[in-house]
Protein backbone atom coordinates (compact mmCIF):
# COMPACT_ATOMS: atom_id res chain seq x y z
CA UNK A 1 0.00 0.00 0.00
CA UNK A 2 1.58 3.48 -0.82
CA UNK A 3 1.30 6.23 1.69
CA UNK A 4 1.62 9.87 0.12
CA UNK A 5 4.33 11.17 2.48
CA UNK A 6 3.83 14.69 0.87
CA UNK A 7 0.73 16.38 1.57
CA UNK A 8 -1.34 14.14 3.48
CA UNK A 9 0.38 13.24 6.70
CA UNK A 10 -2.03 15.16 8.88
CA UNK A 11 -5.02 12.84 7.67
CA UNK A 12 -3.26 9.29 8.47
CA UNK A 13 -5.13 6.89 10.32
CA UNK A 14 -3.05 4.92 12.37
CA UNK A 15 -3.22 1.96 10.21
CA UNK A 16 -1.65 3.85 7.46
CA UNK A 17 0.73 5.52 9.70
CA UNK A 18 1.69 1.91 11.14
CA UNK A 19 2.14 1.08 6.90
CA UNK A 20 4.56 3.85 6.82
CA UNK A 21 6.52 2.69 9.77
CA UNK A 22 6.41 -1.10 8.82
CA UNK A 23 7.92 0.09 5.13
CA UNK A 24 10.63 1.91 6.83
CA UNK A 25 12.16 -0.68 8.56
CA UNK A 26 10.71 -0.96 12.41
CA UNK A 27 10.02 -3.66 13.92
CA UNK A 28 6.68 -5.41 14.96
CA UNK A 29 7.06 -4.83 18.70
CA UNK A 30 7.64 -1.14 18.18
CA UNK A 31 4.64 -1.51 15.65
CA UNK A 32 2.60 -2.62 18.20
CA UNK A 33 3.51 -0.17 20.60
CA UNK A 34 2.99 2.82 18.50
CA UNK A 35 0.06 1.94 16.36
CA UNK A 36 -2.01 -0.35 18.19
CA UNK A 37 -1.51 0.52 22.27
CA UNK A 38 -1.35 4.12 21.88
CA UNK A 39 -2.61 4.83 18.50
CA UNK A 40 -0.49 6.69 16.79
CA UNK A 41 -1.65 8.21 13.63
CA UNK A 42 -0.02 10.99 10.79
CA UNK A 43 -1.07 13.96 13.28
CA UNK A 44 0.51 12.85 16.16
CA UNK A 45 3.79 11.40 14.01
CA UNK A 46 4.20 14.91 12.95
CA UNK A 47 4.08 16.87 16.10
CA UNK A 48 6.51 14.07 18.13
CA UNK A 49 9.39 16.13 19.78
CA UNK A 50 12.75 15.73 21.65
CA UNK A 51 11.27 15.45 25.41
CA UNK A 52 8.81 13.04 23.68
CA UNK A 53 11.45 10.36 22.84
CA UNK A 54 12.50 10.45 26.76
CA UNK A 55 9.13 9.59 27.78
CA UNK A 56 6.76 6.47 28.17
CA UNK A 57 5.84 4.88 25.39
CA UNK A 58 8.70 6.00 23.13
CA UNK A 59 11.50 5.24 25.58
CA UNK A 60 10.31 1.38 25.26
CA UNK A 61 11.65 1.45 21.49
CA UNK A 62 14.78 -0.23 21.15
CA UNK A 63 17.66 2.37 20.69
CA UNK A 64 17.60 0.87 16.38
CA UNK A 65 14.21 1.98 15.99
CA UNK A 66 13.86 5.21 18.32
CA UNK A 67 16.68 6.57 16.27
CA UNK A 68 14.72 5.62 12.70
CA UNK A 69 11.99 7.18 14.07
CA UNK A 70 13.64 10.07 15.45
CA UNK A 71 14.99 10.50 11.97
CA UNK A 72 11.31 10.41 10.67
CA UNK A 73 9.91 12.67 12.22
CA UNK A 74 12.92 15.17 11.55
CA UNK A 75 12.49 14.38 7.51
CA UNK A 76 8.10 14.47 7.68
CA UNK A 77 8.16 17.86 9.76
CA UNK A 78 10.83 19.71 6.82
CA UNK A 79 8.29 18.03 4.09
CA UNK A 80 5.59 19.42 5.56
CA UNK A 81 6.37 22.91 6.90
CA UNK A 82 3.03 24.30 4.90
CA UNK A 83 1.09 22.28 7.41
CA UNK A 84 2.47 22.92 10.11
CA UNK A 85 2.42 26.49 9.77
CA UNK A 86 -1.34 26.03 9.23
CA UNK A 87 -1.53 24.33 12.84
CA UNK A 88 0.23 27.40 13.79
CA UNK A 89 2.76 25.23 15.91
CA UNK A 90 5.82 25.81 13.36
CA UNK A 91 7.04 28.62 15.54
CA UNK A 92 7.65 25.00 18.22
CA UNK A 93 8.87 22.67 15.69
CA UNK A 94 11.57 25.25 14.64
CA UNK A 95 12.42 25.56 18.43
CA UNK A 96 11.95 21.98 19.03
CA UNK A 97 14.15 20.75 15.98
CA UNK A 98 15.64 23.21 13.96
CA UNK A 99 17.34 25.96 16.44
CA UNK A 100 18.75 23.37 18.71
CA UNK A 101 20.81 22.39 15.69
CA UNK A 102 20.85 25.74 14.36
CA UNK A 103 24.47 25.66 14.08
CA UNK A 104 26.95 22.81 13.70
CA UNK A 105 30.95 23.24 14.13
CA UNK A 106 32.78 21.57 11.07
CA UNK A 107 37.00 21.19 11.04
CA UNK A 108 38.60 22.42 7.76
CA UNK A 109 41.98 20.42 7.40
CA UNK A 110 43.62 24.12 8.06
CA UNK A 111 41.98 24.50 11.10
CA UNK A 112 39.46 27.11 10.53
CA UNK A 113 36.07 26.18 12.42
CA UNK A 114 33.08 27.86 11.31
CA UNK A 115 29.42 28.34 11.91
CA UNK A 116 27.79 26.32 9.11
CA UNK A 117 23.52 26.86 8.98
CA UNK A 118 21.64 23.56 8.42
CA UNK A 119 21.76 22.47 5.15
CA UNK A 120 18.80 21.59 3.26
CA UNK A 121 20.04 19.16 0.65
CA UNK A 122 18.58 15.64 0.95
CA UNK A 123 21.52 13.72 1.55
CA UNK A 124 22.01 16.28 4.58
CA UNK A 125 25.25 17.76 3.42
CA UNK A 126 25.71 21.43 2.35
CA UNK A 127 25.91 21.75 -1.13
CA UNK A 128 27.89 24.72 -2.66
CA UNK A 129 28.00 24.16 -6.25
CA UNK A 130 30.98 26.93 -7.96
CA UNK A 131 28.28 27.53 -10.94
CA UNK A 132 30.26 28.97 -13.53
CA UNK A 133 28.26 30.52 -15.65
CA UNK A 134 26.86 32.58 -13.11
CA UNK A 135 30.58 33.99 -12.01
CA UNK A 136 31.22 34.78 -15.79
CA UNK A 137 27.42 36.75 -15.65
CA UNK A 138 28.90 38.85 -12.23
CA UNK A 139 32.35 39.46 -14.56
CA UNK A 140 30.23 40.82 -17.37
CA UNK A 141 28.80 42.67 -14.90
CA UNK A 142 31.11 44.54 -13.02
CA UNK A 143 32.62 45.40 -16.72
CA UNK A 144 29.46 47.27 -17.95
CA UNK A 145 29.19 49.14 -14.49
CA UNK A 146 32.91 49.93 -14.87
CA UNK A 147 32.16 51.30 -18.67
CA UNK A 148 29.22 53.00 -17.69
CA UNK A 149 31.25 54.45 -14.28
CA UNK A 150 33.68 55.79 -16.71
CA UNK A 151 31.43 57.29 -18.99
CA UNK A 152 29.82 59.16 -15.78
CA UNK A 153 32.97 60.57 -15.00
CA UNK A 154 33.75 61.85 -18.19
CA UNK A 155 30.44 63.64 -17.61
CA UNK A 156 30.83 64.89 -14.06
CA UNK A 157 34.37 66.14 -15.05
CA UNK A 158 32.72 68.74 -17.70
CA UNK A 159 30.33 69.71 -15.39
CA UNK A 160 33.04 70.39 -12.70
CA UNK A 161 32.03 73.60 -10.81
CA UNK A 162 34.33 76.69 -11.35
CA UNK A 163 36.64 77.10 -9.11
CA UNK A 164 36.50 81.37 -8.87
CA UNK A 165 32.95 80.91 -8.04
CA UNK A 166 32.65 78.33 -5.75
CA UNK A 167 35.33 77.64 -3.14
CA UNK A 168 36.13 74.40 -1.67
CA UNK A 169 33.66 73.63 1.06
CA UNK A 170 34.14 73.72 4.60
CA UNK A 171 35.29 70.21 5.80
CA UNK A 172 36.83 69.58 9.26
CA UNK A 173 39.63 67.15 8.19
CA UNK A 174 40.51 68.76 5.25
CA UNK A 175 40.63 72.11 7.31
CA UNK A 176 43.02 70.72 10.22
CA UNK A 177 45.07 68.07 8.60
CA UNK A 178 47.86 69.86 6.07
CA UNK A 179 48.14 68.55 1.97
CA UNK A 180 50.03 66.13 1.48
CA UNK A 181 51.09 65.49 -2.02
CA UNK A 182 52.54 61.90 -2.06
CA UNK A 183 49.36 60.55 -0.04
CA UNK A 184 47.00 59.41 -2.84
CA UNK A 185 49.59 57.84 -4.63
CA UNK A 186 50.09 55.79 -1.65
CA UNK A 187 46.58 54.98 -1.26
CA UNK A 188 46.17 53.44 -4.61
CA UNK A 189 49.39 51.68 -3.81
CA UNK A 190 47.71 50.14 -0.93
CA UNK A 191 44.76 49.54 -2.84
CA UNK A 192 46.96 47.10 -4.98
CA UNK A 193 48.33 45.18 -2.21
CA UNK A 194 45.00 44.04 -1.00
CA UNK A 195 43.90 43.18 -4.17
CA UNK A 196 47.07 41.13 -4.70
CA UNK A 197 46.13 39.61 -0.97
CA UNK A 198 42.61 39.24 -2.84
CA UNK A 199 43.95 37.44 -5.82
CA UNK A 200 46.07 34.75 -3.91
CA UNK A 201 42.49 34.04 -1.66
CA UNK A 202 40.80 33.19 -4.64
CA UNK A 203 43.81 31.16 -6.57
CA UNK A 204 43.48 28.98 -3.03
CA UNK A 205 39.92 29.18 -1.95
CA UNK A 206 38.11 25.81 -2.44
CA UNK A 207 34.86 27.88 -3.80
CA UNK A 208 36.80 30.19 -5.60
CA UNK A 209 34.01 30.77 -7.98
CA UNK A 210 31.56 31.59 -5.25
CA UNK A 211 33.60 34.77 -4.06
CA UNK A 212 34.42 35.83 -7.47
CA UNK A 213 30.85 36.12 -8.00
CA UNK A 214 29.44 37.55 -4.97
CA UNK A 215 32.77 40.31 -5.57
CA UNK A 216 31.83 41.25 -8.60
CA UNK A 217 27.66 41.69 -8.02
CA UNK A 218 28.86 43.92 -4.74
CA UNK A 219 31.69 45.92 -6.17
CA UNK A 220 29.17 46.30 -9.52
CA UNK A 221 26.11 47.20 -7.59
CA UNK A 222 28.18 49.66 -5.32
CA UNK A 223 29.82 51.22 -8.08
CA UNK A 224 26.68 51.35 -9.84
CA UNK A 225 25.23 53.76 -7.41
CA UNK A 226 28.15 56.06 -7.38
CA UNK A 227 27.34 56.79 -10.83
CA UNK A 228 23.81 57.93 -9.14
CA UNK A 229 25.30 59.88 -6.76
CA UNK A 230 28.08 61.61 -9.06
CA UNK A 231 25.80 62.44 -11.59
CA UNK A 232 22.89 64.18 -9.75
CA UNK A 233 24.84 66.12 -7.56
CA UNK A 234 28.07 68.33 -8.33
CA UNK A 235 30.45 69.24 -5.82
CA UNK A 236 32.95 72.04 -5.59
CA UNK A 237 36.50 70.34 -5.62
CA UNK A 238 37.84 70.20 -2.26
CA UNK A 239 41.37 71.55 -2.49
CA UNK A 240 42.71 74.58 -4.77
CA UNK A 241 45.84 72.53 -5.64
CA UNK A 242 43.75 70.50 -7.97
CA UNK A 243 43.61 72.06 -11.15
CA UNK A 244 40.32 71.11 -12.11
CA UNK A 245 38.06 73.00 -15.09
CA UNK A 246 35.30 72.17 -17.13
CA UNK A 247 36.53 71.06 -20.66
CA UNK A 248 35.01 73.21 -23.75
CA UNK A 249 34.90 71.81 -26.96
CA UNK A 250 35.80 74.07 -30.23
CA UNK A 251 35.90 71.37 -33.29
CA UNK A 252 34.25 71.78 -36.32
CA UNK A 253 32.19 68.48 -35.93
CA UNK A 254 29.87 69.73 -33.13
CA UNK A 255 27.24 67.05 -34.07
CA UNK A 256 25.48 64.32 -31.21
CA UNK A 257 27.54 61.24 -32.64
CA UNK A 258 31.48 63.24 -32.36
CA UNK A 259 30.60 64.54 -28.88
CA UNK A 260 29.42 60.92 -27.80
CA UNK A 261 32.54 59.22 -29.50
CA UNK A 262 34.93 61.78 -27.76
CA UNK A 263 33.24 61.45 -24.68
CA UNK A 264 33.51 58.06 -25.34
CA UNK A 265 37.18 58.01 -26.06
CA UNK A 266 38.08 59.69 -22.96
CA UNK A 267 35.88 56.99 -21.20
CA UNK A 268 37.95 54.11 -22.70
CA UNK A 269 41.08 56.18 -20.94
CA UNK A 270 39.50 55.92 -17.67
CA UNK A 271 38.50 52.54 -18.29
CA UNK A 272 41.74 51.25 -19.35
CA UNK A 273 43.60 52.81 -16.38
CA UNK A 274 41.03 51.40 -13.44
CA UNK A 275 40.74 55.48 -12.25
CA UNK A 276 44.35 55.26 -10.71
CA UNK A 277 45.81 58.53 -11.07
CA UNK A 278 49.30 56.05 -10.90
CA UNK A 279 48.36 54.75 -14.63
CA UNK A 280 47.91 58.51 -15.74
CA UNK A 281 44.21 58.78 -15.14
CA UNK A 282 43.09 62.22 -13.53
CA UNK A 283 39.45 62.79 -12.91
CA UNK A 284 37.73 66.02 -11.51
CA UNK A 285 34.04 66.33 -9.79
CA UNK A 286 33.73 62.54 -9.11
CA UNK A 287 32.99 63.31 -5.18
CA UNK A 288 30.28 61.62 -3.54
CA UNK A 289 31.10 58.91 -2.95
CA UNK A 290 34.95 57.63 -3.33
CA UNK A 291 35.54 55.37 -5.25
CA UNK A 292 38.96 54.45 -3.86
CA UNK A 293 37.52 54.13 -0.33
CA UNK A 294 34.81 51.57 -1.69
CA UNK A 295 37.27 49.54 -3.29
CA UNK A 296 39.45 49.16 -0.18
CA UNK A 297 36.45 48.68 2.09
CA UNK A 298 35.17 45.84 -0.51
CA UNK A 299 38.80 44.10 -0.44
CA UNK A 300 38.89 44.33 3.23
CA UNK A 301 35.98 42.96 3.87
CA UNK A 302 36.26 40.17 1.25
CA UNK A 303 39.77 39.16 2.82
CA UNK A 304 38.21 39.09 6.64
CA UNK A 305 35.71 37.10 5.35
CA UNK A 306 37.13 34.54 3.53
CA UNK A 307 40.24 33.68 5.47
CA UNK A 308 40.79 31.36 8.62
CA UNK A 309 39.89 32.93 11.65
CA UNK A 310 42.83 32.15 13.58
CA UNK A 311 44.80 34.13 10.98
CA UNK A 312 44.41 37.34 13.24
CA UNK A 313 47.55 39.37 11.77
CA UNK A 314 46.47 39.07 8.16
CA UNK A 315 42.94 40.17 8.98
CA UNK A 316 44.91 43.50 11.52
CA UNK A 317 47.25 43.98 8.70
CA UNK A 318 43.86 44.20 6.18
CA UNK A 319 42.41 46.76 8.39
CA UNK A 320 44.95 48.85 8.72
CA UNK A 321 45.88 48.83 5.26
CA UNK A 322 42.02 49.97 4.87
CA UNK A 323 41.99 52.91 7.51
CA UNK A 324 45.59 54.03 6.13
CA UNK A 325 44.52 53.85 2.86
CA UNK A 326 41.18 56.54 3.77
CA UNK A 327 43.49 58.66 5.61
CA UNK A 328 46.27 59.32 2.32
CA UNK A 329 42.50 59.65 0.64
CA UNK A 330 41.69 62.32 2.90
CA UNK A 331 45.33 64.28 3.49
CA UNK A 332 45.74 64.35 -0.28
CA UNK A 333 42.66 66.29 -0.05
CA UNK A 334 41.43 64.69 -2.95
CA UNK A 335 37.96 64.60 -1.28
CA UNK A 336 35.70 65.53 1.12
CA UNK A 337 35.10 63.70 4.82
CA UNK A 338 31.58 63.25 3.46
CA UNK A 339 32.67 61.13 0.46
CA UNK A 340 34.51 59.01 2.78
CA UNK A 341 32.38 58.50 5.32
CA UNK A 342 29.72 57.68 2.87
CA UNK A 343 31.62 55.51 0.36
CA UNK A 344 32.77 52.65 3.96
CA UNK A 345 28.81 53.25 5.29
CA UNK A 346 27.27 52.06 2.19
CA UNK A 347 30.03 49.53 1.24
CA UNK A 348 30.11 47.94 4.17
CA UNK A 349 26.55 48.02 4.91
CA UNK A 350 26.00 45.87 1.88
CA UNK A 351 28.32 43.87 2.13
CA UNK A 352 26.63 42.90 5.72
CA UNK A 353 23.41 42.95 4.68
CA UNK A 354 23.98 40.77 1.47
CA UNK A 355 26.45 38.01 3.87
CA UNK A 356 23.40 37.77 6.24
CA UNK A 357 20.51 37.01 3.63
CA UNK A 358 23.12 34.47 2.25
CA UNK A 359 24.08 32.77 5.20
CA UNK A 360 20.77 32.75 6.62
CA UNK A 361 18.12 30.94 4.82
CA UNK A 362 15.33 31.72 6.99
CA UNK A 363 15.63 35.03 6.28
CA UNK A 364 16.21 34.60 2.86
CA UNK A 365 13.19 32.84 2.45
CA UNK A 366 11.03 34.97 4.31
CA UNK A 367 11.70 37.82 2.41
CA UNK A 368 12.11 36.56 -0.68
CA UNK A 369 9.53 38.92 -2.65
CA UNK A 370 11.53 41.68 -1.35
CA UNK A 371 14.84 40.80 -1.79
CA UNK A 372 13.40 40.00 -5.70
CA UNK A 373 12.55 43.17 -5.57
CA UNK A 374 15.22 45.14 -4.03
CA UNK A 375 18.40 43.29 -4.87
CA UNK A 376 17.42 40.61 -8.04
CA UNK A 377 21.35 39.79 -8.43
CA UNK A 378 21.36 38.34 -4.63
CA UNK A 379 17.83 36.14 -5.59
CA UNK A 380 19.55 34.74 -8.66
CA UNK A 381 23.48 34.06 -7.47
CA UNK A 382 22.37 32.39 -4.26
CA UNK A 383 19.33 30.45 -5.12
CA UNK A 384 21.82 26.94 -5.21
CA UNK A 385 24.36 28.16 -1.78
CA UNK A 386 23.48 25.99 1.59
CA UNK A 387 24.82 28.33 4.02
CA UNK A 388 28.03 29.78 4.99
CA UNK A 389 30.98 29.02 2.77
CA UNK A 390 33.66 27.58 4.41
CA UNK A 391 36.91 28.60 3.87
CA UNK A 392 38.49 25.56 2.91
CA UNK A 393 42.01 25.55 0.58
CA UNK A 394 42.94 23.77 -2.27
CA UNK A 395 46.73 22.70 -2.28
CA UNK A 396 48.96 23.84 -5.41
CA UNK A 397 49.07 20.22 -6.42
CA UNK A 398 45.09 19.89 -6.20
CA UNK A 399 44.93 23.52 -8.58
CA UNK A 400 47.48 21.97 -11.07
CA UNK A 401 45.11 18.71 -10.82
CA UNK A 402 42.17 20.47 -11.66
CA UNK A 403 43.71 22.85 -14.69
CA UNK A 404 44.64 19.54 -15.91
CA UNK A 405 41.43 17.53 -15.70
CA UNK A 406 39.27 21.00 -17.05
CA UNK A 407 41.77 21.07 -20.34
CA UNK A 408 41.27 17.12 -20.56
CA UNK A 409 36.96 17.48 -20.01
CA UNK A 410 37.28 20.36 -23.27
CA UNK A 411 39.90 18.64 -24.92
CA UNK A 412 37.37 15.38 -24.96
CA UNK A 413 34.46 18.28 -25.49
CA UNK A 414 35.84 18.89 -28.62
CA UNK A 415 37.07 15.55 -30.07
CA UNK A 416 34.04 14.19 -29.72
CA UNK A 417 31.81 17.50 -31.78
CA UNK A 418 34.64 16.57 -34.34
CA UNK A 419 33.71 13.04 -34.45
CA UNK A 420 29.77 14.07 -34.25
CA UNK A 421 30.23 16.18 -37.29
CA UNK A 422 32.43 13.44 -39.21
CA UNK A 423 29.70 10.91 -38.68
CA UNK A 424 27.52 12.93 -40.18
CA UNK A 425 29.22 14.02 -42.90
CA UNK A 426 28.40 10.30 -44.67
CA UNK A 427 24.54 11.10 -44.30
CA UNK A 428 25.61 14.92 -46.28
CA UNK A 429 27.21 13.23 -48.86
CA UNK A 430 24.44 10.01 -49.93
CA UNK A 431 22.51 13.26 -49.49
CA UNK A 432 24.55 15.37 -52.29
CA UNK A 433 25.00 11.83 -54.26
CA UNK A 434 21.40 11.10 -54.42
CA UNK A 435 21.32 14.97 -55.94
CA UNK A 436 23.22 15.05 -58.43
CA UNK A 437 22.24 11.23 -59.19
CA UNK A 438 18.68 13.25 -59.55
CA UNK A 439 19.87 15.65 -61.84
CA UNK A 440 21.84 13.20 -64.18
CA UNK A 441 18.78 11.60 -64.61
CA UNK A 442 16.04 14.59 -65.42
CA UNK A 443 19.35 15.40 -67.66
CA UNK A 444 18.94 12.18 -69.58
CA UNK A 445 15.66 12.43 -69.55
CA UNK A 446 15.39 15.65 -71.23
CA UNK A 447 18.09 14.86 -74.05
CA UNK A 448 15.85 11.53 -74.70
CA UNK A 449 13.02 13.33 -75.10
CA UNK A 450 14.32 15.83 -77.53
CA UNK A 451 15.95 12.54 -79.60
CA UNK A 452 12.58 11.18 -79.60
CA UNK A 453 11.19 14.36 -81.04
CA UNK A 454 13.98 14.59 -83.72
CA UNK A 455 13.08 11.23 -84.81
CA UNK A 456 9.36 11.92 -85.09
CA UNK A 457 10.14 15.07 -87.08
CA UNK A 458 12.59 13.49 -89.29
CA UNK A 459 9.96 10.14 -90.41
CA UNK A 460 7.28 12.97 -91.05
CA UNK A 461 9.45 14.61 -93.71
Request: with cysteine; glycine share 4%; aromatic share 12%.
Amino acid sequence: MAVDTESSVINWSAEQTKIYLKNEGLSEQSLIILCEENGVDGKCLLLLNDSDFGQDPLNRLNLKDRKCLYLLCKLLQRENQNTLQTLGILEQHCHTYTCQNHYIKTESEYGDSERISPPLSEDGKPKYPPEKRKAFLSFMYVVAVTWITAFVMVIVHDRVPDMEKYPPLPDIFLDNVPLIPWAFDMCEITGTLLFTMWLIVLIFHKYRFILMRRFFALSGTVFLLRCVTMLITSLSVPGSHLQCQPRFYTTQANGIFADLARKLSQAFVIWRGAGLSIRGVRTCGDYMFSGHTVALTMLNFFITEYTPRHIYYLHTLSWMMNMFGIFFILAAHEHYSIDVFVAFYISSRLFLYYHTLSNNQALMQRDSTRTRVWFPLFSYFESSVEGIIPNEYESPKQIAGNIVKFIHGLFFDVKRQISQSFRSAPFQGTSVKRSRTALDNNRNSKTNSKTSINTEDSKNK
